[in-house]
């Protein structure tokens, strides 16, 4: 089978970050696909199929992610999750879509 | 050698070595192992994972059917985390490079994954860090669960010390092995005192931070005598106590003589003293101790001590072997008092906010219909096997004891269908354990056939003072001005409905109180097997005389500090050495 390496950098998009909820969501997708799944902001990588560390880069608003995939579904991979976190921002609000939102937390 | 000071709640002097079991909701001590345990270490933390796995998936299960898409979250979020290869093999890998337990291993993995949220400085993500506690907890409780049955299998003599004792470790206890409590918190009336005494062991609480301070293995000497714990003594320190542990021997033996000796005061007036036990096979101590029935047969410990609820069976064969050793004397067994102190948070789904004033005891049976009815249908089942009363924990008003009634009553007519025998005219009576069932216990007496009054619920409701926490410790007291009143008016409104009366709290174990309860009308003592003897030698050495003349004085005295003092002076004069 084909191997290959695909690169994407995605913007966490909803207001309250990369928590629990959203870090799941994203190691589940991850989860789905053949290809080995690397994550990093500026300081660390750590591997996209695993909640805990996906959740220890507690990434918040604004943050920027470099998604990495290596495998035979590399493509898709990269594609599902960049709609999740752009796209769907993990079905949460965005910032200015709920007006004080910041404040309120 | 290292002296603690703490505060003695049960009698005794034990040398053991020490045995350090981990509670659930602190910090666990960083211990080493040897090489050839590791792989057994690492062993247990895969097991812990599954069985919290397969916990977990239950909850979930339960909360299927409700409509709450973020508890369903936080469960699956947990699962995700539980099932999480990495996070798993970097516990193993700390437990296989730092010669390290299971607990400390997945403690400290999570708590270093915990601290990386709350660096962080957006505060919501920076909360998830409970997220992590709680999966922490959750399996930590795994682990400690497997550790409980080690306190089951022991084969040598231990002293038990403990951050804090929960029931549910108590009642694991293998009671040949353990000679001794010693716990970091707690006071006169936790679960941990309780137990010490029922077992008739000497126990030590308050001591801080003794947990931190030992390591199993070490030796130490528990003085429930003087409220002291003595770790790793020097050899001189080690044989004064041997001496003096021999001689308290030798004076439990004194009072042991007082069994066949009736609980008689010097004019003539008879005191019946029962036991409050909770295991069957403390009856028979109880008997040694010369009680003359069972005044609060606690039930809890079904519950505590398997896994799943228990069957109607096996309350039967509990109360059947119970009551087979006392026969013709009675037992008064006590429906389920489940419920804050005495129900672990593991079997609730969510956490009260306020569980002493929540959903416990009696309260919980009303709610938990078909638990209830079980154990109606084992006491019934069980009375025509001997004396059997029932009594009800906590009433708060009128019509909860109606309820309760009602219940009982639809459960005999259950077995008049059944053609199951037992006793139509059961006696029923009700603890007074709440200011407002004290306050109307009038009207409360003209619906069952006792009262017994739990002293130890009823002081903390009173003075809304946690009886666990000893930063308040002062406040609680049974002899506070306020709680003396109230019990005054229990013992008058009985005297008036013409019903029995008891006391079955601490307080009817506490030497230096026996001679008030007596002069306040109490003929009924039912307290803790092993302090039979000595609160009998205070009986037989009083006049009902003395004792009125006694609790007549303390009503003109505004202040607990001041009853209490008057009480030892009191107490002291006639029976030296319980001080």
Redesign the interface.
Known sequence: MENKICEKEVTIGNADGLHMRPAMQFVDIANRFQSNIQVSNNENTVDGKSIMQMSMLAATVGTKLSISAEGSDAEDAIEALRELVEDKKFDEPAPDQEAGHSEKK | MEIKKGIAVSPGIAIAKCLVIDSEDYRIPRRSVGSNQLSGEVQRVRDAFKAAIRELSLMRGEYKRIDRSDIR??F??HL??LR????RS?ITSMIENHSVTAEYAVSATLRE?AS??T???????SE?AT?IYDIERRVLRQLLGSKREDVRSLTEEVAIAAKELSPTQTAGFDKKFVKALAADVGGRTSHAAIVARSMGIPAVVALEDLTETVSGGDTIIVDGNRGIVIVNPDNETLSKYEAYSVEFVEMEHKLDTLREKPATTRDGEHITLLGNIEFPDEAEMALEKGCEGIGLYRTEFLYLESDHEPTEEEHYQAYARTISFFRDKPVIVRTLDLGADKFTQSKRFSREPNPFLGLRSIRFCLQNLVMFKTQLHAILRASVLGDVSIMFPLITNLQELMQAKMILRDVMEDMDDEGIDYNRDIRVGIMIETPSSALTAYSLAQDVEFFSIGTNDLTQYTLAADRGNEQISTLYSPVDPAVLRLIRTVIQDAHKARIPISVCGEMASEPEYIMLLLGMGIRTLSLTPPMIPEVKQIIRSVTAEDCSRIARKTIGMNTERQISSFLRDATRRILPEAF
Do not use: Q
């Open positions: 979250d936080i699956a979020v995700r985390f999480d290869k990495s996070l970097r994954i990386s949220f660096k962080v400085k957006d505060t919501y993500i998830r997220d």
